[in-house]
C-alpha cells in the first residue's frame, strides 16, 4: 500500500543512555539515510516508510536493521521511537529480525509478528503532550499479554522517563542491558568515568590499572556486565554528554569541546550515523536524565 507524506518535526521526550536512545511524541519525518543503529518505531496511527528501491509501506511498528537505508514518508502525531546499538546485548538480537533486512515490508512484517503494532493502545494512554509521567504510561500498559520484545519496548520507553533523580542513580549500577552490574571492577569504572571524560581522552588501560586488573580481563567483563562493549559504550556516552549541553544552550562548537569530540563536524558525523540527523534535528526534544550536572546557562 502506498501513501503520500507530509513534514513533521521531531517533539516531545527524549533520553540518551549507552546503547540506546528513547524518543516519545511526535514522530517526524526523515529523507532516505542510514545509521548504525537498530530503530524500532511504533505509532497510533499510520505511518509511512520507504526503502532504498523506492518501495512504501503503511504500518504503525518497524524494525530497521542498522547500516540499512530507509525514510520515514509521513511521520503520526504520536509515537515511540528506541534507537539500539547492534553490538549491545539486545541490539545484537533485533538487529536480525526483519526479512528481507533492505524491504520495508519485511521491517513493518517483522513489528506485526512481534505484536509491536499493537501497542497503540498502549501509546493512546499516555499524555499527548511533551511531558508524559511514567505512572501514567505504566498504567495504560495493553490489557492483552505483550510479547516479550513488545513488553521490552514499553520498559525501555517507561524506564526513560524516570524522575532525573532515579535516572543519575541508574548509571552507576545497570548497564546497557538493563541489569544490575554486580562486577566491583566495573562498578567503579562507571564511577570514574565521568570525571575522566570531563578531563580529556579515556584510554581503557589507564582504568584498568586504576581498578588493578588487565587490560583484556576489564574489555571482558565490562562488555559482559553491561552487554556494550567498552568503545561504543563510551561513544554513547559523549553523545549523551552532548544532548546534556545542547539542551543547555551551548553552542555545537562548545558541545563538541567539551564532549569530547574532536570539533563540531566530528560530533554531527557521529549523530548521523548513529541516529540518521544531525544535532539540530533534536532542537524540538526535552532531554531527560543526566550523566553530568547541567551547566548554567551561558
Not at 38 to 67: F, K, N, T, Y
Not at 112 to 131: C, F, H, M, N, Y
Not at 285 to 298: K, N, Q, S, V
Request: charged share 20%; with cysteine.
Amino acid at each position: 500500500m502506498v501513501d503520500g507524506g507530509d513534514t513533521r518535526r521531531w517533539r516531545g521526550v527524549a533520553a540518551l543512555r549507552p546503547g540506546r536512545l528513547v524518543i516519545l511524541g511526535q514522530i517526524g519525518t526523515a529523507a532516505l539515510h542510514a545509521h548504525h543503529t537498530v530503530q524500532i518505531i511504533v505509532a497510533d496511527e499510520d505511518m509511512v516508510l520507504s526503502d532504498q528501491s523506492g518501495e512504501r509501506v503503511v504500518c504503525r511498528a518497524a524494525v530497521v536493521p542498522p547500516d540499512v537505508a530507509h525514510a520515514v514518508v509521513r511521520g503520526a502525531s504520536h509515537g515511540a521511537l528506541v534507537h539500539l546499538d547492534p553490538e549491545s546485548a539486545p541490539g545484537r538480537r533485533w538487529a536480525t529480525l526483519a526479512r528481507p533486512r533492505d524491504s520495508a515490508h519485511g521491517w513493518a512484517c517483522a513489528a506485526a509478528e512481534l505484536r509491536l503494532d499493537a501497542l497503540g493502545e498502549w501509546l493512546r494512554a499516555g499524555q499527548r503532550v511533551s511531558d508524559p509521567s511514567p505512572d501514567e504510561l505504566s498504567t495504560g500498559a495493553p490489557s492483552y499479554a505483550l510479547t516479550a520484545e513488545a513488553a521490552a519496548f514499553v520498559d525501555w520507553v517507561c524506564s526513560a522517563l524516570a524522575s532525573e533523580s532515579e535516572a543519575e542513580a541508574e548509571w552507576v549500577r545497570v548497564g546497557a542491558a538493563g541489569e544490575t552490574v554486580r562486577h566491583p571492577a566495573v562498578a567503579e569504572v562507571l564511577r570514574l568515568l565521568p570525571e575522566r571524560m570531563s578531563t580529556g581522552p579515556v584510554r581503557l588501560a589507564e582504568l584498568a590499572r586504576a581498578v588493578h586488573l588487565s587490560e583484556s580481563r576489564l574489555a571482558h567483563v565490562f562488555s559482559a556486565e553491561l552487554g556494550l562493549p567498552f568503545r561504543p559504550y563510551l561513544r554513547w556516552l559523549r553523545m549523551q554528554r552532548a544532548a546534556e549541553l545542547l539542551a543547555a544552550g551551548l553552542s555545537l562548537t562548545e558541545v563538541a569541546h567539551e564532549a569530547g569530540f574532536a570539533d563540531s563536524a566530528h560530533l554531527t558525523r557521529v549523530c548521523r550515523s548513529m541516529f540518521g540527523a544531525p544535532p539540530s534535528e533534536f532542537n524540538n526534544l526535552a532531554w531527560r536524565g543526566t550523566l553530568h550536572p547541567r551547566p548554567a546557562h551561558p
